[in-house]
């Protein structure tokens, strides 16, 4: 094989690398518009009869991140603050419009002694649940008990 040859073989094989590369990386998803969530309930994932899903809310990742996030308020109804966090994180990389994440979050940075974080994730929690009256309470409650530490 010639020298030119060989130089071409490996420029050629450089290149196929340079494109077929790329398309092997992984890239984050930003949020898009906030999903409307399920009304808050005794049971957070139970859907209202009335009230017909969204598509974005039966999307596996939004029924991912909904899962993980009872998961988490379980946890945190049994003092086990550091698992929750630690699932509710995993929950918002699922789905980072899972607004009812970002309240139970909240919660548990307040239950941490954290009012700055238990308000940071207030907020975001407030941004996505705008238009769930229900979850809006519960916010204002969460506000309250946050300003008052």
Request: proline share 10%.
């Amino acid at each position: 094989m010639s020298k030119t040859s060989s130089r071409l073989s490996k420029y050629l094989i450089g290149v196929a690398l340079c494109l077929v590369l790329p398309a092997c990386a992984i890239v984050p998803q930003s949020p898009s518009s906030p999903p409307s969530p399920p009304s808050p309930s005794a049971e957070p994932m139970v859907q209202k009869k009335d009230q017909p899903p969204s598509r974005e809310d039966n999307s596996p990742r939004a029924v991912a991140s909904l899962r993980l996030t009872e998961q988490a308020r379980i946890l945190l109804e049994s003092g086990k603050v550091d698992d929750a966090i630690t699932t509710l994180e995993r929950a918002m990389n699922v789905n980072p419009s899972n607004g009812q994440n970002y309240y139970y979050l909240a919660e548990a940075w307040l239950k941490k002694g954290n009012p700055s974080q238990a308000r940071e994730f207030n907020r975001l929690a407030a941004m996505y649940l705008k238009d769930e009256p229900g979850w809006m309470n519960r916010i204002k409650d969460q506000q309250e008990r946050i300003r008052i530490r």
